[in-house]
């Protein structure tokens, strides 16, 4: 057989989908039933009104399996019996709300494990059988790698989670790698503007919010070389950002007044030094490393302070895949090859953002550093559908989000799974939200 044979292809693509399966459930009991026994109140405890106790997690991983991939992931018909029909109306994230989650019947841990492992066994069945091509759905392997990158959005819920959680760390990694690049924070990079295509049509798992590729113009800006660092954020707190009413908008100037906020989650001010939590471990905030846990609110905030803005989301996405030397939108900043550890902070291989230059195999041709990977990035553009958008495989997905009051995020986390991580994935939220691993970089008019 040759490298172009139908036969192979689909093979090489079950064996993907199959360890990207694995890979994705692997970090889901790397951050469940590896730290907590089955009777210990960690799992089934609602650690904040903002996010699910972990075993309703474990659950709804397993019911969204089991209903797109083994009721509607069979080869050979369109619809089979789930392992439990009877739980979609518990794990249902559309009408369940998480500050309601935990006074619903819920499967106890074990019970959510075992759920989890016989959906497991029966959607590898049908993945063996699948030809990958007699319905859209299925068509490319599209329905797995769907599942995947559900599984993988949860299990960075879940290690948010984990952040909010009190008590003893559990969670351990090694350090990030150390900065080789110096000189990078408050650095500028012009960008010539250009006309390219945003979104994509032709990636083969993209959801439907990135969907089509489509041209649009823009016109030359600045953007930080990199995201903006404890060190830099501390200085705005410091000057008294979060008391000077000019530099907040009406919504962020109230919420920050009614929460009480004067810097970013987990800070804390110990003897003239800031100190943040992370994971459970105190420690006095890395200078160097970028920002985390603020809300839009605050970076838009600290934005005005220095005299910028923040970038639109099509602004981020330009400097993160158009090559002007070429003209053309490459996949990644690096080129098209997929990322590795070598380019990006991702996986949850590090618990924490690195150091600004750690990564200088990553940066872009103009030499843009850490788009993808550490911080998700906030931008400064509402959640709407490229024109062409057709919800697939369900509206619930993306469609009925549009038009309210979201902002964009971009570029990735510590905590995102590789296969999520494509410069094209659209992720969203409220602008008041900060548990989210987010920071920011900021951009300004030429």
Not at 307 to 331: C, I, N, Q
Request: one cysteine or more; a negative charge.
């Amino acid at each position: 057989m040759t490298a172009t044979d139908p036969v192979t292809d689909r093979a090489a693509l079950r064996r993907r989908l199959a360890a990207e399966l694995e890979a994705a459930r692997a970090r889901t009991r790397a951050l469940s039933h590896d730290v907590f026994g089955p009777d210990d109140p960690e799992f089934t405890r609602q650690h904040s009104p903002l996010m699910s106790p972990f075993h309703w997690d474990v659950a709804h991983i397993a019911n969204m399996e089991d209903f797109w991939l083994v009721r509607r992931g069979a080869a050979d018909t369109d619809l089979v019996d789930g392992v439990r029909e009877d739980l979609d109306h518990l794990y249902d994230a559309f009408t369940n709300p998480r500050a309601a989650r935990p006074s619903l019947p819920l499967l106890d841990p074990t019970e959510a494990r075992v759920y989890g492992e016989r959906v497991r066994e029966r959607a590898l069945a049908h993945l063996d059988a699948a030809s990958f091509d007699e319905r859209r759905t299925l068509a490319g392997g599209f329905l797995f790698g769907m599942i995947v990158q559900h599984e993988q959005q949860h299990v960075e819920t879940m290690l948010a989670t984990h952040q909010l959680r009190a008590g003893a760390p559990v969670l351990h990694a090694d350090p990030p790698p150390a900065s080789v690049v110096p000189g990078l924070a408050g650095s500028e990079v012009f960008h010539p503007g250009a006309e390219f295509l945003l979104g994509t049509s032709d990636e083969p798992f993209a959801l439907d919010n990135e969907k089509p590729a489509h041209p649009v113009r823009v016109a030359d800006f600045w953007l930080d070389a990199a995201p903006v660092t404890n060190a830099e954020y501390a200085r705005f707190v410091d000057a008294g950002g979060y008391d000077d009413r000019s530099l907040w908008s009406e919504a962020g100037w109230e919420h920050i007044r009614a929460e009480g906020w004067t810097a970013p989650m987990t800070w804390e001010r110990i003897d003239d030094r800031w100190y943040r939590t992370s994971f459970g471990v105190r420690e006095e905030i890395p200078g160097d490393q970028p920002v985390l846990h603020v809300s839009f609110h605050e970076a838009a905030a600290y934005a005005a302070w220095a005299g910028k803005r923040l970038p639109t989301e099509v602004e981020w996405e330009f400097a993160a895949r158009y090559e002007h030397a070429s003209g053309t939108a490459r996949r990644w900043p690096w080129g098209d090859e997929d990322p590795t550890p070598e380019r990006a902070n991702l996986d949850q291989r590090h618990l924490q953002p690195a150091p600004l230059g750690a990564y200088p195999a990553g940066a872009s041709p103009l030499g843009v550093h850490q788009l993808v990977g550490d911080v998700w990035e906030w931008c400064d553009s509402g959640f709407e559908g490229y024109p062409g958008f057709e919800p697939f495989p369900y509206k619930e997905y993306s469609e009925v989000f549009f038009g309210g009051d979201f902002r964009m995020l971009r570029g990735s986390s510590f905590g995102v799974g590789t296969p999520n991580a494509r410069t094209t994935f659209r992720n969203w939220d409220l602008p008041i939200r900060r548990q989210i691993f987010s920071g920011f970089r900021c951009a300004r008019s030429a």
